[in-house]
């Protein structure tokens, strides 16, 4: 189990009520932040934040403060958070264009709150100022002259003013005494470290989740449902689909959107690679090996002219699970309503999927005797073999990134 930790400090209206905490990324138990790659803070504060604490527990019934990258904006990836727990921080340093203002239009649109973070006023700001609900000031880096400045360009919109750095008690009484309505800073309160630990996936957890994707009863909301609401699983399943990997011309903004355009079975497929690879007390060799033989056994489908080679890929995909989760297969079988015949071919290596497996598994262990396959050339097999390590070795990169 690894341990992470997250900043959380307050923020307080004007009764000096608590309004919200922002939560803060850290990398160990230290007072600051060591970023290296900002959308890997976000998401991972993000993940901890609500699959590891939630955040009930993290900020009651009060709201969560989240800075968000510009490319967890533009891709969508904040719908995977409640509207109505967040507020979703714009950062300062991010270059606003076009695309960041349509996409934080976008986002407010869907009801979420969203704040200017280190705000200083310009010219090119104005559509961001337009979409925000609240603005948030460095006192201590605008000084004075600065503030009052802010305060001059924003009157006349309708926003609420938070008060960052306020490290003093004339600091809380300027402020007050201009009209902010939120403070935040080290003589309110400093912020404290909350210390979790991420728990290594229960292997038998996935067992329900792949049931549900494999079966024909679970229809396009349930599924939608059923990976919406895992914030983890969305979050990778569009990273995924969005990814150099996948290599689509438009980009894919919602597991919907996903759903209607890739359709159910692929989808689902996807989500069970997911699944099976977020098991992290296993080597990660025995993923790629799942990967590579689910696409060999589906690219000697193709060579065979079997019209459902998805089935084929689930069973070499599958082949796996035994390994992965330390369970005979017959048992996890028995827990999984797979086709007959892709049961038949895990448990007993019969029919035409069983000899396809059978092949894969010869090649994979250099078995030449046994690599032969009614139809199909040698040569087209070891291809096959080839395109699969290729292509599974390409998949586990982006689902690393």
Not at 28 to 44: C, K, L, Y
Not at 301 to 322: C, E, H, I, W
Request: proline share 4%; with cysteine.
């Amino acid at each position: 189990m690894a341990d992470f930790f997250i900043g959380r400090q307050p923020i307080y209206d004007r009764d000096l009520q608590v309004f919200g905490y922002e939560l803060l990324f850290r990398t160990a138990d230290s007072s600051r932040a060591q970023i290296v790659d900002a959308d890997r803070a976000t998401s991972d504060v993000v993940l901890d934040a609500l699959v590891e604490l939630g955040l009930d527990r993290l900020v009651g019934n009060r709201r969560a403060f989240i800075n968000l990258t510009r490319n967890f904006i533009l891709r969508g990836y904040y719908a995977a958070l409640p509207a109505h727990r967040v507020v979703l921080e714009v950062l300062e340093s991010e270059p606003v264009d076009r695309s960041l203002v349509d996409a934080v239009r976008e986002l407010a649109a869907a009801g979420y709150t969203v704040a200017l973070d280190d705000f200083d006023y310009r010219d090119d700001l104005r559509p961001l100022v337009d979409a925000a609900t609240i603005v948030k000031l460095d006192i201590a880096a605008l000084g004075r002259a600065g503030i009052e400045a802010n305060l001059r360009r924003l009157r006349g919109h309708d926003l609420r003013l938070l008060a960052e750095k306020v490290e003093t008690p004339e600091d809380f009484a300027l402020c007050r005494d201009l009209g902010f309505d939120y403070f935040q800073g080290y003589f309110l309160c400093r912020p404290d470290l909350v210390r979790g630990r991420r728990m290594p996936t229960n292997r038998f957890a996935i067992l329900p989740l792949l049931a549900k994707l494999q079966s024909p009863e679970t229809d396009f909301s349930e599924l939608e449902a059923l990976i919406t609401h895992d914030v983890s699983l969305s979050y990778k399943l569009l990273s995924l689909i969005n990814s150099a990997f996948y290599g689509r011309p438009k980009r894919v903004e919602s597991v919907r959107q996903a759903l209607i355009l890739l359709g159910t079975q692929l989808v689902s497929t996807w989500v069970s690679v997911i699944a099976m690879a977020s098991i992290e007390d296993k080597p990660a060799e025995l993923m790629t090996t799942a990967m590579v033989r689910g696409r060999m056994c589906e690219m000697l489908a193709r060579a065979q002219r079997v019209p459902n080679k998805d089935m084929y890929f689930t069973a070499g995909l599958f082949s796996v699970l035994d390994a992965l989760l330390d369970t005979p297969m017959a048992e996890i079988l028995e827990r999984l309503p797979l086709a007959e015949e892709v049961s038949q071919a895990l448990l007993e290596g019969t029919g035409p999927l069983g000899a396809t497996l059978r092949v894969v598994l010869a090649y994979e262990r250099a078995e030449w005797d046994a690599v032969t396959l009614p139809g199909v050339e040698p040569y087209v097999i070891a291809a096959a073999y080839l395109d699969a390590i290729a292509w599974a070795h390409e998949l586990r990169s982006a689902l690393a990134d």
